[in-house]
Every structure is written in structure tokens, then in C-alpha cells.
């Protein structure tokens, strides 16, 4: 197993890539390593093994994003690998990691609609949930489960919303399903 130090979390890092990519804004190969390095504030660049795990990496979250089947998953530990705080905790850093991704893109300024706002808003406060003492187990995986549904769909509608394909852009089929003829 390789280890890279890394202070940042693996859920923060596809928060931050899914927020990324949700806006529009798509980055080279290049640019991502250097992104991700940052996210996850490595001493040092990634071996090359690492490198290349984190191109296929970018690629998965943006096929999952883009695959009309929406198969989207957020990238969380499993219930069987960690403690249920531990997944509480991933979900919030997976939001955290959203919202960053999402300012750092730059895409918008003070000109989201209303539907845009809220998902943040609700990323704003999941980025901030936490168990308490008086929270049941059951009651506790049942509202993850819920948050993280909730999550991957309103992550859906904003990936959805930014990035709609261009009206111009030449249909091969039409509104009705009528292939366009080229001549």
C-alpha cells in the first residue's frame, strides 16, 4: 500500500472535483494533479502510480456525472470499513469539498438561480452535520442515507443545469426523435 501523507480526505477530493466539474469548467490532466495535490495538501507530488490513479479518478466522477443511467455515487466510505461517525464526517468533508470545488471553478458571480442557491445552501449545512450523544444508530444511518441521496441527485441537478448542451450545437436527432438529414 502507498501512502502520500495527504492532510485532505478522499471524499473532500471528489466533493471538490464533483463541485469542480458541476460548474462547467473541465481541467487538463495537468492542472487536475496539481488541483488535487493541493486539495489534499500532500508534502510532496504523488508517485506516478498515484498520478495515474488520480487521471482515472477524474475520469470516473465526470463519466459518472455525464452517464444518463445516473449512476452518480459520492465517493464515501462504506459501512462496513468505518465507524458511523467516521461516514458522518466523510459526508461533511464530501461537502465541504463541493462547495470549494465549486467557488474555486470561478464560473459564477452573484448570478446562480434560485434552485442553484438552495443546493448550496443545503451543501452549506450538510458540509456542517455531526453526530450528537442523543442521536440513535438507527435514526443516524437512516438520515446519512437520506443526506447522501439527497446529495447525489441535487449534485445531478446542478451538473445538469451547468452544463446543458449548446442550443447550436447540430442535433442528429430531433425533438421528436427524427434523425436530422445532412446534406
Same mark, same amino acid.
Given at each position: 500500500?502507498?501512502?502520500?501523507?495527504?492532510?485532505?480526505?478522499?471524499?473532500?477530493?471528489?466533493?471538490?472535483?464533483?463541485?469542480?466539474?458541476?460548474?462547467?469548467?473541465?481541467?487538463?490532466?495537468?492542472?487536475?494533479?496539481?488541483?488535487?495535490?493541493?486539495?489534499?495538501?500532500?508534502?510532496?507530488?504523488?508517485?506516478?502510480?498515484?498520478?495515474?490513479?488520480?487521471?482515472?479518478?477524474?475520469?470516473?466522477?465526470?463519466?459518472?456525472?455525464?452517464?444518463?443511467?445516473? &449512476?452518480?455515487?459520492?465517493?464515501?466510505?462504506?459501512?462496513?470499513? !468505518?465507524?458511523?461517525?467516521?461516514?458522518?464526517?466523510?459526508?461533511?468533508?464530501? &461537502?465541504?469539498?463541493?462547495?470549494?470545488?465549486?467557488?474555486?471553478?470561478?464560473?459564477? &458571480?452573484?448570478?446562480?438561480?434560485?434552485?442553484?442557491?438552495?443546493?448550496?445552501?443545503?451543501?452549506?449545512?450538510?458540509?456542517?452535520?455531526?453526530?450528537?450523544?442523543?442521536?440513535?444508530?438507527?435514526?443516524?444511518?437512516?438520515?446519512?442515507?437520506?443526506?447522501?441521496?439527497?446529495?447525489?441527485?441535487?449534485?445531478?441537478?446542478?451538473?445538469?443545469? !451547468?452544463?446543458?448542451?449548446?442550443? &447550436?450545437?447540430?442535433?442528429?436527432?430531433?425533438?421528436?426523435?427524427?434523425?436530422?438529414?445532412?446534406?
Amino acid at each position: 500500500m502507498v501512502t502520500i501523507g495527504a492532510l485532505g480526505s478522499p471524499s473532500g477530493l471528489h466533493g471538490w472535483l464533483t463541485g469542480y466539474l458541476c460548474t462547467g469548467a473541465r481541467l487538463s490532466d495537468a492542472e487536475w494533479q496539481v488541483e488535487a495535490e493541493n486539495y489534499l495538501e500532500t508534502p510532496e507530488a504523488p508517485p506516478k502510480p498515484i498520478q495515474s490513479l488520480m487521471t482515472v479518478f477524474y475520469g470516473w466522477v465526470l463519466h459518472g456525472l455525464e452517464n444518463e443511467d445516473m &449512476s452518480f455515487t459520492l465517493f464515501l466510505p462504506e459501512s462496513d470499513d !468505518c465507524e458511523l461517525s467516521q461516514q458522518v464526517d466523510a459526508m461533511a468533508q464530501w &461537502s465541504k469539498g463541493f462547495l470549494d470545488g465549486f467557488g474555486a471553478a470561478g464560473k459564477f &458571480s452573484g448570478k446562480l438561480d434560485d434552485e442553484t442557491k438552495e443546493v448550496l445552501q443545503h451543501f452549506d449545512a450538510f458540509s456542517q452535520v455531526e453526530l450528537t450523544a442523543d442521536d440513535s444508530p438507527e435514526d443516524s444511518e437512516d438520515l446519512l442515507q437520506q443526506l447522501v441521496e439527497h446529495a447525489r441527485v441535487a449534485a445531478l441537478t446542478v451538473f445538469l443545469a !451547468c452544463n446543458e448542451p449548446d442550443a &447550436s450545437e447540430q442535433k442528429i436527432i430531433d425533438e421528436d426523435n427524427n434523425p436530422n438529414q445532412l446534406h
